[in-house]
């Protein structure tokens, strides 16, 4: 299972947030630094449509494990709660067209 690793340490706000996201998933230039661009980024990875640097066979899976969760959580909660919602949001998408979830996080 591929695994994106998100360092929680180094996340400490939104700015922080998406800029980690961008590295470490391989968002393009353009991209847009919102939760509503982290979703459409996140929304094909099964397609060669370039928004990150994963891309994911048939039912594969990409594992977003956040380390550090614990100080993420406390240093800004409401990210962590708007990951999992988000999480679910975008597998949602997949199911709507009758594919396998393609995310999972994992908090460590």
Same mark, same amino acid.
Request: aromatic share 12%; net charge negative; with cysteine.
């Given at each position: 299972? =591929?695994? $994106? %690793?998100?360092?929680? @340490?180094? !996340? ?6 998406? #800029?980690? *996201? ?9 991209? &847009? ?12 990875? %099964?397609? @060669?449509? &370039? ?6 066979? +048939?039912?594969?899976?990409?594992? !977003?494990?956040?380390?550090? *969760? @614990? ?5 800004? =909660?409401? !990210?962590? @709660? #708007?990951? +999992?919602?988000?999480?679910?949001? !975008?597998?949602?998408? /997949? $199911?709507? /067209? &009758?594919?396998? =979830? $393609? ?6």
């Amino acid at each position: 299972m =591929p695994t $994106a %690793r998100l360092n929680g @340490e180094l !996340i400490t706000d939104w700015e922080s947030f998406h #800029t980690v *996201s961008a590295e470490v998933f391989g968002f393009p230039e353009f991209y &847009g630094r919102n939760m509503n661009a982290w979703i459409d980024c996140l929304s094909y990875l %099964r397609d @060669e449509d &370039g928004m990150s640097k994963f891309r994911l066979r +048939e039912n594969e899976v990409l594992d !977003i494990e956040v380390q550090h *969760s @614990e100080k993420l959580r406390q240093n800004a =909660p409401e !990210i962590v @709660e #708007t990951l +999992e919602f988000c999480i679910d949001d !975008i597998n949602d998408r /997949y $199911a709507d /067209y &009758g594919e396998a =979830p $393609a995310l999972k996080l994992t908090l460590r």
